[in-house]
C-alpha cells in the first residue's frame, strides 16, 4: 500500500505545526507536480474525488491505511486536523464520535446538517482563511506557504498571532474549484471590506483570540455544554446587574448592551445573522438564556462570551465555576412574559444614592438587587458600605489589600472559601479598584517576565537571543510588546559567527531589537563625540549593516523608529531616501 504513496520514492512529508489535513494533502500534491488533483487525490484516498472537503473530508480510513498511521490514526486526524476540533468540545461526545465514524467513511453526507449547521442562519462554508503575516513567516522559516488549522474556525477573522485581519480565499468558497488541493496564494487571498477600521479590528480579534485559546484548551468532548455556557452568562448577567438575585431580567438594557458589541462584528459575511436591532438581540439573548433547547452553533456562545468576559481566563475560570445560585424558573418566567425595564430607573437610583441613600435602601425604592445598586452607584463614583454574610470585616480588608496587589480571582475565591462571583463584585463595586487591580497585575506580570529574562541572561549559557527566544517564548513575547525599550537595554551580545551561520531563518523581530539598540547605541557615542546634527551617513559609516538594510525598513519597524528618533525627524515618511 505504501507503495502507491509514494511515487519517485517521495517520503511522506510530516505535519506542520497546527497544519490541517487539507493543507498537508495539498502540499504532497504541489511536491508531486500532477497536472490534475484527482491524481494526487487518487493515490492519497483511492478515489479522484473523496478527501477533497477543505472542512469535513471523508475517507479517512483510507488514508490512515495508506499513510501507514505515520500521520496518526484516522480518528486523531479527524479531531486535530479537520475543522471537527473547533466543535467538538461544544457537541456532545456521541455526536462528535458519529461525525468521526462518517469522516471515516466513504461519504460525509449530512453531516453538517447533523452538527446543526445548515439550521444555524450563519454560513457553513467555512471559507479557507490565511494571515499574510504568517504566510512569510512560514516560508521563510520551513520553506512552505500553508494553511493553518486554527485561523479556519468560525468567527476567527484576525490573527491572534500578529493582530491583523486574515484574508479569505477566493477558491472552494464558490465551488468552482471544489475538489482542487491548493494552498495560501497572494493572488487568490482577499481582505474583508469590514475589517478596514481599527474598532471593528478590535471587535473582531478579541472574538478570534477567545475562540483560540479556548478551543485549543479544552480536549473533551462535549465540554462546552449549553448548561455550562448558560450557567457563565447568567452568573455574569447578575454581576452585571441585568440578572436581579429575584430571577427578574432586565432584558432590554443588557440586549441594547449587546447590541452595541455585536454591531462591528455583524459587517463580517460570516456573523450577519447576529442582531441588528434591540428586538433582534432581545430574542436572540432570550432564545440563548432559556433551557432545554439543544444544537445552538457555538458561533453564537463564543460572540455572547467576547461580550460578557475580559479574555479567556475570565471566561474559563466562569465555565469551571459555575454560580452557585440557580434562578431559573424565575427567568424563564420572566422571559416568557417579555418584561422589560425603564432606562432611566438606574439614573434616579444613582441620584438618590448620590444623595446619601443607603444602596439597600435605593435598592428597595427602585425595585432592583442590592449588588446592582451598589455596582451602579460605583460605576458613577459613589462608594457604597457592604454588608456581607460570609465575609467578616478582617478578611474583607485583606481581600480588598490583595486585590490592590493583582492576586488572581479564583486564588483568592479558595483562600476565603467564598465564590468567585463574591470576588468579582468586590472588585467591581469598589471606587476605583478594577484598574488598580489591572494595573497590578500588568506590574507582576512585566516582573515576571523580567526576571526569568535577566535570570537567562545571567546564566551566561546563552547563545543570542535567537536561542533565548526560543528558551522563553512567552516572556520574550510579553517584553517584546509590552517593555520594548527595556527588552533592548537587556539583549544578550550576539553570537559567534558559526553559531549564526548554522540556523540561516530570518527572525526580522529579532534582527529589527538588535539593530534598533545599535543605532540608539551609535547615536549616542557620536553625539559624545561632538556631532550635532546626525546625518543617516554618519550612522551607517559606524554602523554599515544599516546601510544594507535600508531597503528592508518596512520589516524593522523598532529600526525605523530610532531612526525617525535620532535623525529628529517628523514620523511622517518611510522612505529610506529621505532620510538622507
Ligand atoms: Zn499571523
New binding site residues.
Partial sequence: MAMELLPFNSAVLPWLTGETLFSLCSRHHRLWGFSNSSQSTEILFGSPRRGTQHDFPCALDVFADRTQGLLGSANEIARQRTVLKFYAPFRGAGEVQDAVVMMRSASVAHLKYRLGLLTSRFRAHHPLKS????RH?DLVECGWVYWRGH?QYPGVWM?P??K?P?QESALKATGVARFQWHLPAEEDQHSLEALRTDWMQASALKLATMTVDLVESITEDGWLSRHRFQAAVRSRMLANGWLLTSGRLRLEDAASSFLQHVRPLRRIPELAALPSSVEEAKSQLGRLLRPMRSGTHPLRWMVVASWLFDDVDDLRAELAHPSERDCWPEVNKELSQGATDKEDVRVRLVAFMSEGASATSAAREYGVDVKTAMAWAASSGISTKRRSKKLTAESLLSILQALQFGDDRNELAQRYSISSGTITRILMTEVGLHAQWVAARKARSRERARSTWLSLLASGEHQGLKWMRKLEPAAYAWLYRNDTAWLRANLPPAPKESARRASPAVRWDVRDLELSARVFQTALSLSKNGATTLRLWQLYQVLPELKAKLGQLQRLPLTQRALETVLTRRATSTSPSELL
Avoid: D, F, S, T
Fill in positions: 494571515c499574510p503575516q504568517c513567516r485561523l490573527c498571532e500578529h491583523i486574515v
